[in-house]
């Protein structure tokens, strides 16, 4: 089976005004791609985890008037969902794909996460790569690299994970739409695979 791309028709789903129309390509040509990495990579990540890892594909059921302006899979050892837990990402904004670790606002384990970072953030900030990216709202295509990311940026964003509910911590990658390797489907397996063997020291600490 080939690991699953996206092309221009994918991430022009997302310029579809109205929530019927966009639902209806978003299921028909996205939705089955993402459901395709879930169950390809859903063996990896339990490797790497150590535990079972299940898939959850978006379904954005609760939407009755914005049409949604990004989709994705997520990963976590919950069979129920993920949105509790530390968790995994890969999806799509209509400008970009992103594949990253994440711990959102429904998430228990934000303290936890942010205490273990602050007390391993020498060791992180160095094992992280230079391009990965960082955000605090997964509901924002906006990141910081980080690189860019300084001790002050870093002790802000772990005060705010300890004291705001809205606050989130997602890093991973970010490829650009017109990116050669969203056409090849082992050059784009491989990077996924990597990104989360990268981004795994975080998933380990927010534990």
């Known amino acids: 089976m080939t690991f699953p791309t996206f092309n221009q028709e994918d991430f022009d789903v997302f310029t579809i005004p109205g929530l019927e129309p966009r639902m209806e390509a978003l299921i028909r040509l996205v939705r089955p791609k993402l459901t395709q990495l879930g169950e390809e990579l859903a063996p990896f990540l339990s490797a790497h985890c150590g535990e ?58 934000k303290e936890v996460f942010a205490r273990h970072l602050e007390k391993k953030l020498k060791e992180m900030r160095k094992s992280i790569p230079g391009h990965f990216r960082w955000s605090t709202d997964h509901m924002q295509p906006e990141s910081t690299l980080h690189a860019e990311m300084g001790e002050d940026d870093f002790a802000h964003m772990i005060d705010k994970l300890k004291r705001v509910k809205k606050t989130e911590a997602l890093c991973g990658i970010r490829i650009e739409r017109d990116d050669p390797l969203l056409h090849d489907p082992g050059r784009f397996a491989e990077t996924v695979k990597h990104t989360f063997e990268q981004v795994m020291p975080l998933y380990r600490i927010a534990f």
């Open 52 to 109: 079972p890892m299940f898939p959850h594909v978006a379904k954005h059921a609760r939407r009755t008037i914005n049409p949604p302006a990004d989709t994705w899979v997520a990963w976590a050892n919950n069979k129920k969902g993920y949105k509790a837990h530390p968790h995994f990402q890969l999806g799509m904004w209509s400008t970009h794909v992103f594949v990253q670790f994440a711990v959102i606002y429904e998430s228990g384990n």
